[in-house]
């Protein structure tokens, strides 16, 4: 699986829920592309990953 660019191993029988919250993500600080869709909030759970999955994670940072 690739993440950002950043190759990481099989993922898959994981839900996209546990891979985030196993590499230290929030869930509620970032949007989720998955194979080039964007993945709503409350479908992480229910998103199981493959092993040829692309994922982009962007976290939001507040500011100003």
Do not use: P
């Not at 839900?15 to 909030?41: C, F, K, M, P």
């Amino acid at each position: 699986m690739r993440v950002n660019g950043t190759e990481y191993g099989d993922a898959a029988g994981f839900t996209l829920d546990q891979w985030l919250s196993q590499h230290g993500y929030d869930a509620e600080r970032i949007a989720v592309e998955r194979n080039g869709h964007i993945v709503r909030r409350q479908n992480l759970a229910a998103t199981k990953l493959q092993s040829d999955d692309v994922l982009e994670i962007v976290s939001f940072v507040g500011g100003g």
